[in-house]
């Protein structure tokens, strides 16, 4: 039986996914072997006592990537620049402009009060209003807008990241093939955004497939240009997955305020980039 127009385009947005996570995969084997030479030929630790120096002074770090026991995290650019940008943030941005990444996870124990969507999802009390108006508005303008995912528990994440994972080791991956490329599309122990309360997944009603093919719809379209003017940024942009370390996602929206999110749109930057502006 032939395959509909539909089929036709879930199946090769599946082969573009497969391909950009074979060239991750390739692109971090690739890293990782260069920073063994440079370290193999004293490039990196500069020798004697002044590798010893610098050593110490990354070793915030070192730490950090070795607990995420992935190379595809030594390959994301530090975002301590990023951490003093939110340190001097005051009022309601210390919430709004919270950065939740693979380097800056929620603490233990972090919660947050959220109200219920109508599906029966939740989102943080703070900002549902918001997101409700923004659907409100655009399925006004006959799209069919729908959030399929918003917020998540620390213990929910987890559980989702493993499923990912295991699904790669039975492909054939190594475990930590598994998990770098798992790492590129969901986020390891607290470190979702989900978690926050203030991200949401939406897609439309007659495309939920969380894939590239989305970006091409009309409701992902209005969102691009109108989602600031309700507060939330698209959080992982196209050409930013070295700074975000995630893959391209045109259907993961965050609340950060109205004025934050039309500075960050302006600027053309991702949260990262704009926290260290800050």
């Known amino acids: 039986m032939p395959l509909t127009p539909a089929q ?25 072997l260069l920073l063994l030479i440079l370290w193999g030929s004293g490039l990196l630790t500069g020798g ?17 990537q070795s607990q995420s026991s992935s190379s595809v995290f030594s390959q994301t650019p530090d975002s301590s620049s990023a951490a003093g940008g939110t340190a001097a943030l005051t009022g309601d941005d210390v919430w709004l402009l919270r950065l939740v990444n693979h380097t800056h996870p929620l603490p233990e124990g972090f919660a947050v009060e959220t109200a219920t969507l109508p599906n029966g999802l939740e989102f943080d009390a703070r900002a549902i209003g918001q997101l409700e108006q ?13 959030v399929c995912s918003a917020y998540r528990s620390v213990e929910r994440q987890d559980e989702l990241f493993d499923e990912m994972m295991q699904d790669y080791i039975s492909q054939g991956y190594s475990e930590q093939e598994a998990y770098d490329i798992t790492a590129t599309i969901r986020t390891p122990h607290g470190c979702s ?31 691009l240009e109108h989602a600031a003017d309700y507060g939330f940024i698209l959080r992982y942009p196209k050409d ?26 302006a600027s053309g930057l991702c949260l990262e980039e704009y926290l260290e502006t800050l």
Do not use: C
Not at 134 to 146: E, F, P, S, V
């Open 193 to 223: 955004e989900h978690s926050t309360g203030l991200a949401a997944d939406i897609v439309a009603v007659d495309y939920q497939m969380l894939d590239d093919g989305y970006g091409e719809t009309d409701e992902a379209k209005w969102l």
């Open 8 to 32: 036709r385009r879930r199946r090769a947005a599946y082969r573009r996914r497969q391909l950009r996570r074979r060239r991750i995969t390739v692109a971090v084997l690739f890293a990782a």
């Open 48 to 64: 004697g006592k002044s590798g010893s120096s610098s050593a110490a002074q990354s070793g915030s770090e070192s730490e950090s």
């Open 134 to 146: 923004m659907l409100a508005d655009g399925n006004a303008t006959g799209l069919q807008l729908m």
């Open 240 to 265: 930013k997955e070295s700074v975000t370390g995630i893959i391209w996602e045109p259907w993961h929206y965050r609340y950060v305020g109205v004025e934050n999110a039309q500075k960050i749109k």
